[in-house]
C-alpha cells in the first residue's frame, strides 16, 4: 500500500536539516572539505556536492556528462549517476560548492512549499521502488540529507544533530526495509521473534516476526527471542552501512535472547544501495 506522508511535517524537516547543512558547512575550512568520509571515494566536499545534485536533478537539470568507468565504488545505474554529478563538482572549492548547495535547495524549497498534501499523496517512482507516494520520495529525500550530514559530522569531529523529529523521520523510513533486513540480510530463521529497542532520541521498539517471511507486528504473544538494544543513532549508521557493529557490541549494542542469532543480526543491519 501506499505511503501517505505529511507534506507540512517532511518540508519543514528538508528546510532545517538543510538548514543545518548550511550552518555546519560554512563553519569548516580548505583542509575540513577535503577530509574523507566513511563512503568509500569521498570527501567531505564530494558529500555536500551529492546532497546539492540531487536537488539540481529533481528541478530538472541534466546529469553531467563525465567518464566515471572503473570507478570501484560505483555498482549500479543510481550510483554511476551519483557519481557524475560528485566528479562535476571536483574542480569547485568548497565555497562555491556550498554555493551549489545553496541554489539547489533554495529552488527546491520553493516548489516544496508551493505544493498540496494531494501532490504529496500522488503516484510516483521513489528509489525504494516505483509504486508508491512522491511524500514517500521526499521522506527517502529528508533520510538521504540527513545521512549524508551525519556523515560530514564524523568526518570533521562535529557532534551529532540529535533532533528527536529528523531522527523520527528517519526511523520511520528505515522500519520499512526491517523485514528484509531480519529476513534476507540476516538471515534469521523460522519461527524466531526479534525486538529491537532504540534509546536516545525517538525511542522505539521494533518487533519482527519470522513466519513465512519476516515481517513488522505490533507485537508477540511471548517473548522475544533474538533482542538487541542500542541507542538510535547508532542504529541509523548501522543500517545505512555507515558503521562496523563489532567493535559496539557488548557495549552500546546489548544482546539478548539466543546470542548467536542476535549478533547476525547486528552485524547484519545494513540495507541501503
Known sequence: MPTIVDHDAIVALLESTWAAIDELYTGLDDVDYDRP?????????????????????????????????????????????????????????????????????????????????????????????????????????????????????????????????????CLDETATALGFVVGRRAGIPEGQRVRIELTGPAARTYSVEVTDRARLVDGFDGEATVGLTMPSPLFLRLTAGRRDAGPHVGREIVLSGDDELARRLATNLAFTI
Not at 545534485?53 to 541534466?62: F, N, P, R
Not at 556528462?65 to 563538482?89: F, L
Not at 535547495?105 to 499523496?121: H, N
Not at 525504494?128 to 520520495?137: C, L, S
Open 37 to 169: 568520509t566513511c563512503c568509500p571515494g569521498w570527501t567531505v566536499r564530494d558529500q555536500l556536492a551529492h546532497i546539492a545534485a540531487t536537488e539540481l536533478s529533481l528541478s530538472g537539470e541534466a546529469v553531467p556528462e563525465v567518464d566515471v568507468g572503473g570507478v570501484a565504488h560505483v555498482r549500479n545505474e543510481i550510483g554511476g549517476m551519483n557519481e557524475r554529478w560528485v566528479a562535476s563538482m571536483r574542480a569547485l572549492s568548497g565555497g562555491e560548492v556550498l554555493d551549489v548547495f545553496r541554489r539547489a535547495t533554495a529552488q527546491r524549497l520553493e516548489t516544496l512549499k508551493g505544493m498540496t498534501q494531494a501532490d504529496f499523496d500522488a503516484p510516483s517512482w521513489t528509489p525504494a521502488g516505483p509504486d508508491e507516494t512522491y511524500g514517500r520520495f521526499m521522506r527517502i529525500r529528508h533520510y538521504d540529507s540527513f545521512t549524508h550530514e551525519h556523515d560530514t559530522r564524523e568526518a570533521v569531529g562535529a557532534a551529532d544533530r540529535d533532533d528527536p523529529a529528523a531522527v523520527a523521520s
